[in-house]
C-alpha cells in the first residue's frame, strides 16, 4: 500500500526519524507508511483530517506522533479522542509489545481504526466506540494519552475515573500554557512539562503529564 505514497513521503520519514534519534526496524517504517496510504485513501470519504496532501501527514501527523516515543512509558495506554489514530495507532506500530486501547465517540473514525488495526496486523490494539464519560473500561489505565483532544479541565473532569490512583495523563499540545487555560480542577497537579521540537515544523509543541496531588495521610 505504501508504494502508493510520494517518494517525498519516506524521505521526510527517515529524516524526521535521524533528526528525532528514533532507530526503528524497516518493517515499522513500512508499516507507517502504509498507515499513511491508508488514510490518504480514507479521508478522502471519511473526512478523517483537515490534512490532505500525504507529505504533511507524514509531517504533521506520523512525525508529530513519533517526537514523544522516547518520552512515553512503554506501558499499557488508553488513546482518548483517538480520532484517525493520532498517536494511538502510531505508537502502537513502534512499541508492539504494549497494548493501546483506541477511544473515539465517531463511528467513521473507529471504522478506520479497525481497517488499520487488521491491515498493519496489530494485535496490541483495541478500539472502542464511546464518549470517554461513558466508558467503563474492565481495568483502570496507568496511562492515557491525548493529542489534540480538549481543554486540560476538561480532559481531567471527562476521563479521571478512568485513571488509576497513581497513573498519569499525558498530553500532547502546542503552546503551553494555553490561550485561556483554566484552572487545573482540585485534586490534580501538573507534574511535568517537557518541550518537544518536531523536525520541519517551526511551531511550538509540549508534553504535559498530570497526575493527582500526593495524599497527606500517613
Known amino acids: 500500500m505504501?508504494?502508493?505514497?510520494?517518494?517525498?513521503?519516506?524521505?521526510?520519514?527517515?529524516?524526521?526519524?535521524?533528526?528525532?534519534?528514533?532507530?526503528?526496524?524497516?518493517?515499522?517504517?513500512?508499516?507507517?507508511?502504509?498507515?499513511?496510504?491508508?488514510l490518504v485513501k480514507w479521508n478522502s470519504a471519511y473526512?478523517?483530517?483537515?490534512?490532505?496532501?500525504?507529505?504533511?501527514?507524514?509531517?504533521?501527523?506520523?512525525?508529530?506522533?513519533l517526537s514523544v516515543l522516547p518520552m512515553v512509558a512503554k506501558q499499557d495506554m488508553l488513546d482518548v479522542?483517538?480520532?484517525?489514530?493520532?498517536?494511538?495507532?502510531?505508537?502502537?506500530?513502534c512499541n508492539p509489545e504494549t497494548n493501546y486501547t483506541l477511544l473515539d465517540s465517531n463511528g467513521k473514525k473507529t471504522r478506520f481504526l479497525q481497517h488499520a488495526k487488521t491491515q498493519l496486523q496489530l494485535s496490541n490494539?483495541?478500539?472502542?466506540?464511546?464518549?470517554?464519560?461513558?466508558?467503563?473500561p474492565p481495568e483502570l489505565f496507568d496511562r492515557i494519552i491525548s493529542r489534540a483532544f480538549t481543554a486540560l479541565d476538561?480532559?481531567?473532569?471527562?476521563?479521571g475515573?478512568?485513571?488509576?490512583?497513581?497513573?498519569?495523563?499525558?498530553?500532547?499540545?502546542g503552546s503551553y500554557p494555553e490561550p485561556e487555560q483554566k484552572p487545573i480542577p482540585v485534586g490534580w497537579e501538573v507534574k511535568d512539562v517537557q518541550p518537544i521540537n518536531v523536525p520541519f515544523i517551526d511551531e511550538q509543541r509540549h508534553l504535559v503529564s498530570?497526575?493527582?496531588?500526593?495524599?497527606?495521610?500517613?
Open 47 to 65: 473526512n478523517l483530517t483537515a490534512i490532505r496532501d500525504a507529505e504533511q501527514m507524514v509531517i504533521r501527523h506520523l512525525l508529530d506522533s
Open 2 to 38: 505504501s508504494e502508493n505514497l510520494p517518494e517525498v513521503c519516506r524521505q521526510r520519514l527517515v529524516e524526521g526519524l535521524e533528526q528525532l534519534e528514533i532507530v526503528l526496524p524497516e518493517k515499522t517504517i513500512e508499516q507507517l507508511l502504509a498507515y499513511v496510504a491508508f
Open 161 to 173: 475515573p478512568l485513571l488509576s490512583e497513581k497513573g498519569l495523563f499525558v498530553a500532547m499540545k
Open 154 to 159: 476538561n480532559m481531567i473532569d471527562w476521563c
Open 125 to 136: 490494539v483495541e478500539v472502542i466506540q464511546s464518549r470517554a464519560e461513558n466508558y467503563s
Open 81 to 93: 479522542g483517538s480520532g484517525g489514530g493520532m498517536p494511538g495507532i502510531i505508537l502502537a506500530v
Open 210 to 218: 498530570i497526575g493527582r496531588m500526593a495524599s497527606n495521610k500517613p
